[in-house]
């Protein structure tokens, strides 16, 4: 059976009335500038209706009207009561303060009705409007949910696989990430601060770029970027010549090299050398290395299931997690791990520099 947009028509006419409510408040006349003044009421009836005199505030001139006066206000402003000699009443009104009617007697409610009746014509089109729209969305959603519920149970639970296979091989992922970081950061910190050991402190500069006045410091044993870092503020502080500022400037200066220094600073692996932390990073990063360019558009893969159904991407997902998950498990992984490396360093470093991306830190 051919769908017919039924809701989407009464969207349409809820945006349709709803436009013609702006058009009709913005055709609603202009409330015109007023002015209050005192009214002096000649006679007024029961209902309110008052002749009444009045000064003309802007060319002084004595003017009368017909005004409807508020027939429930005190007895002692209507007439006579309020002024026995003359016999007249009180009451307070508006003027029109612009325009050709300018000087002339403002009855509200009775002036401004065309005002309110543009008003209540622009009110009503936009509850209208407004009922039409909220039918058509949520008629529309419930006709969107009744037609989902026409999907193959078959279909729904392979989805639901999918996602929590991809699910799996993006943390599987990240945990690999994670134990490579884990494995290099000793190493890298300690190549770090190799290099600082050999960066004379009389390379330093301050934030001005002068040079700082490193005798004393030297004659202290503080003679490369590291020992400075090594010192602190407080021993640097207690040099002779050297205030609480001078020593958290050369700090200052000492991080900022260190931190170039650690950028620039590569983690090399040699196989044949005993250092337990090499190889814990050889074994961690030949973890990545067999997952290879697959596990990585895999958990890629994670937030583009729509195309997963076609693609083959469930037994794929499973394989890299089960690549992601294989760990060092004793001396024969390290020394698979070396030798894997030997073969294809490349691919060693590249899944290196891919895993420490944004991760250098200061050494301190």
Known sequence: MRHKPFFRWVLAL??????G????????????????????????????????????????TTRTGTYRCDPDRDPLLKPP???????TGYESG??????????????????DAAIDRWIDVSDMLAVFGLLLITTGVIGGNVRAVGRMSGVSRGVLDRAWRLAGAAAAVEEDRARAVEAVRTAWEPLHRARVREELG????????????????????????????????????????????VGRRTAEKALAAARWTAEGVSADTLVRLAAGRSDPRADSLVTALRVL???GPEGRAAAEAATELAEAEGDGAGPRFGQTSVDLLRGPGGELDVLAA????????????????????????LVA
């Open 14 to 19: 809820g945006l349709l009335l709803l436009t």
């Open 21 to 60: 409510s702006a058009l009709a408040y913005s055709l609603a006349p202009d409330m015109p500038e007023l002015r209050q003044v005192g009214l002096t009421v000649l006679s007024e009836k029961k209902d309110g209706t008052c002749s009444v005199r009045w000064t003309d505030p802007f060319d002084r």
């Open 81 to 87: 009561y309020h002024d026995p000699e003359t016999r």
């Open 94 to 111: 508006f003027v029109v303060a612009e325009g050709s009617g300018r000087g002339r007697l403002y009855n509200l409610g009775e002036d």
């Open 198 to 241: 050999t960066v004379p402190v009389t390379r330093l500069r301050d934030d001005e770029r002068r040079r700082f006045r490193t005798k004393e410091w030297e004659r202290a044993g503080i003679t490369t970027v590291r020992d400075v870092l090594d010192a602190g503020e407080w021993r640097l502080g207690q040099l002779p010549g």
């Open 289 to 291: 290395v067999e997952a």
């Open 338 to 361: 070396w030798t894997d490396f030997e073969r294809r360093p490349e691919e060693y470093y590249a899944a290196l520099a891919e895993a420490t991306r944004d991760a250098h830190r």
